[in-house]
């Protein structure tokens, strides 16, 4: 095991940080983190969101078994994940998404099949949640470690800038398409794994809508909704597929017309918005950008675009 990752308490956190303190770790600083420590080969991060503990490095076991869990969690998890997390070893699909809140890019949906033996693969390749792997490249590395898993089934549907516009108009709203492209997935998931008995996605905002749109493909699958659905192995899987496209499209578009289009909608992503089309006219925004996002207005200057 070279990766692992743990929610904590806030006290948790902070005796974690004494423990690492006492053991003679240093301390460097990590955007997003409340603090991040190197010993020799292995690294110990706590991200502020959660707070939760990201562990990397060849002595990563020894650690959470010798450390981590009897000094912190006070509980032993390691190697007894099945017995405490069933449902993530049973057979299910993991659905996940990308660039749902990037201006630039397209709408990636990813899903991947996984049972006990592909999980504990999975686990013991180190993936993750997407949003925790900051390295393009690692990314990659991992997705490339998901499709050489035995029978991990996977699937991703794209949905690129000029379809996603249209497609946004048709459905009327985001949610709406977002179901779409998770029952897309699911079906053709569902087509390769007809035994398969449930998926699994993070919570829509309306639960229905999704349920909805797997009824209308007539798909009678088991559907579990669950907010922070990522820590599900599967879903995390997703998670990792669906960013490695995404980022392949942002490169190789960015390369093509000749301008970085930045991730997220920030100011750099207004100006780069700009530089676009004053390389290459107003119609090239609708090739590279979800113009609905009010950032489209701030690009060309107007007020005729409605908000994200």
């Given at each position: 095991m070279t990766s692992y990752t743990a929610p904590l308490t806030a006290r948790q956190a902070e005796t974690l940080r004494h423990v690492l303190e006492r053991q003679g770790y240093d301390f460097e600083p990590k955007p997003h983190a409340l603090f991040s420590a190197r010993?020799?080969?292995?690294?110990?991060?706590?991200?502020?969101?959660?707070?939760?503990?990201?562990?990397?490095?060849?002595?990563?076991?020894?650690?959470?078994?010798?450390?981590?869990?009897?000094?912190?969690?006070?509980?032993?998890?390691?190697?007894?994940?099945?017995?405490?997390?069933?449902?993530?070893?049973?057979?299910?699909?993991?659905?996940?998404?990308?660039?749902?809140?990037?201006?630039?890019?397209?709408?990636?949906?990813?899903?991947?099949?996984?049972?006990?033996?592909?999980?504990?693969?999975?686990?013991?390749?180190?993936?993750?949640?997407?949003?925790?792997?900051?390295?393009?490249?690692?990314?990659?590395?991992?997705?490339?470690?998901?499709?050489?898993?035995?029978?991990?089934?996977?699937?991703?549907?794209?949905?690129?800038?000029?379809?996603?516009?249209?497609m946004h108009t048709s459905f009327g709203n985001l949610n709406r398409l977002l179901a779409w492209g998770h029952a897309r997935v699911i079906e053709k998931l569902a087509a390769a794994r007809p035994g398969c008995p449930r998926a699994l996605s993070d919570q829509f905002a309306r639960p229905?809508?999704?349920?909805?749109?797997?009824?209308?493909?007539?798909?009678?699958?088991?559907?579990?909704?669950?907010?922070?659905?990522?820590?599900?192995?599967?879903?995390?899987?997703?998670?990792?597929?669906?960013?490695?496209?995404?980022?392949?499209?942002?490169?190789k578009t960015s390369g093509a017309c000749g301008v970085k289009l930045p991730l997220g909608a920030s100011a750099a992503v207004i100006q780069a918005g700009r530089e676009l089309v004053a390389r290459h006219g107003r119609e090239a925004l609708g090739k590279a950008a979800k113009t609905h996002f009010r950032t489209t207005s701030e690009v060309l200057g107007t007020s005729a675009h409605g908000e994200m």
């Open positions: 010993k020799g080969k292995l690294n110990v991060t706590v991200y502020q969101k959660g707070p939760k503990v990201l562990v990397q490095g060849k002595d990563t076991g020894d650690f959470i078994r010798f450390t981590l869990e009897p000094e912190v969690l006070g509980e032993a998890r390691l190697g007894y994940e099945e017995i405490l997390e069933p449902d993530k070893f049973e057979p299910h699909f993991g659905i996940d998404e990308s660039g749902k809140g990037d201006f630039f890019g397209p709408l990636v949906i990813a899903g991947a099949y996984t049972d006990a033996t592909i999980t504990r693969r999975l686990i013991e390749a180190g993936i993750m949640d997407s949003k925790r792997v900051t390295s393009a490249a690692r990314i990659r590395q991992l997705a490339a470690a998901i499709r050489a898993t035995p029978g991990c089934t996977t699937e991703v549907v794209s949905i690129g800038p000029e379809r996603y516009n249209e229905e809508v999704l349920q909805r749109a797997l009824r209308e493909k007539g798909l009678t699958i088991g559907l579990e909704q669950r907010t922070k659905g990522e820590s599900d192995t599967a879903v995390a899987a997703a998670s990792i597929l669906a960013r490695e496209r995404f980022i392949d499209w942002i490169d």
